[in-house]
């Protein structure tokens, strides 16, 4: 029966987003559009939910151990939701074959920055919007027991990622975590683990912005968004839980593999759509 | 963990409870509404077609699909949460006399709400 196979891959998609710390959004919505025909409109409208939901129900454990800069997040959610609100509006004027090619580079793209070496750069100056908000923080590394303060650069480029960042998310259903990953450790100079954290805390606002019009204009559909966003929930917990346990960087190489797969057929598909 | 972030966690915990109320509902509406021909829903789903919420949740109530109808309220309760996640947060900076990231926050909220009424516009 095809609502309890979806759930099954929903399952699946939460489950290998737990264990790769990507959002759910890059395996549903190509799940939907590829294996079950589904409509990208409808599918970038159901993966939002799924996004909320394991965003929000995260929240409370990316506060844990002082990683997630919250009032950055505050700030740096002006230029997700509003970067939302254009790619929703974006999204009444495009075309489906558009959105197909740009989930398929979207898609690529993820590929490349999963092989990616992670740098840990940091600011050695504080932004002057950082020193008026006090955006500056610090924690304590769990390897070496020692805390880590650090500063905040580049506010504006930040922001300005953001935005884009907000756009994307709105436009194919994802929740921009590379990207907003990418912004903070790149342009804002944050270690690692917090660029990780605070971009985690911010999805769900990030998806939300849209996921509302989304709803009023009638694209989330329950028959899809029922099994999408249960079926996340249950593997994202079962996923956190065996995370520690998997052989995460083999795993990350054979999802590389697929992205790259995957991609390719959505591109295809753009190119029968049109 | 200081302490904006210990009381942050606390509405982080709220959200958690939020998250488990809106997914029962989603969950239990799905299996009251899974029994009738599914299948076909998905077809229907193959090609995309505007069709505002208030007319799908006429059409609905007038066949008493409550099933649905109970989803639809499990996926606004879920929608609604980081909104609620924002107000709090914004009230918890205005508590602290954090004002101006009290009125950014707020303005964050103001934005969310107003992106809803996008979806009857366009």
Known sequence: ?????????????????????????LIVVPALTLIFGVDIRYAIAASLISIIATSSGAAASFLKDNLTNLRLAV????????????????SSQINTTALYFLFGGLLLFS??????????????????????????????????????????????????????AGILSALLGIGSGIFKVLAMDRAMKL??????????????????????????????????AAPVSIGIIIGSFVGGKVMPKMPAEIIRKIFVVVLVIVSIQMIMKGFQNG | MDELNKLEYKIGKFLR???????????????????????????SFRVYDTFPLQKILALYLRNKNWGILISYLGLFCLISLPLI?????????????????????????GALVLSFGLGLKL
């Open chain 1, 111 to 164: 590929a490349v920055m999963m092989l990616r070496q992670k740098n840990d750069a940091r600011a050695e100056m504080d932004h002057p919007w950082s020193k008026k908000l006090k955006l500056s923080g610090n924690f304590i590394d769990h390897h070496t027991q020692l805390e880590v303060a650090y500063n905040v650069a580049q506010v504006p480029l930040g922001l300005a990622a953001m935005f884009f």
């Open chain 1, 191 to 224: 270690p690692m683990k917090v660029s990780s954290a605070t971009s985690n805390f911010m999805i769900g606002v990030t998806a939300s912005a849209s996921a509302g019009a989304y709803l009023l204009r009638g694209d989330i559909r329950p028959e899809i």
């Open chain 2, 85 to 109: 996640r924002v107000l709090l947060t914004g009230w918890l900076f205005f508590k602290q006399k954090d004002y101006l990231l009290s009125l950014i926050a707020f303005g964050v909220l």
């Open chain 1, 1 to 25: 029966m095809l609502p309890i196979l979806l759930l099954l891959i929903s399952i699946f998609a939460g489950f290998l987003g737990a264990l790769l710390g990507l959002g759910g959004g």
């Open chain 1, 75 to 90: 700030l740096l959610e002006v230029g997700t939701v509003a970067g939302a609100i254009v790619g929703f509006v974006i």
């Open chain 2, 17 to 43: 409870y939020g998250v488990a109320v809106s997914g029962l509902l989603i969950l239990v509406g799905w299996l009251m509404s899974v029994k009738f021909a599914y299948t076909e829903a998905f077809y």
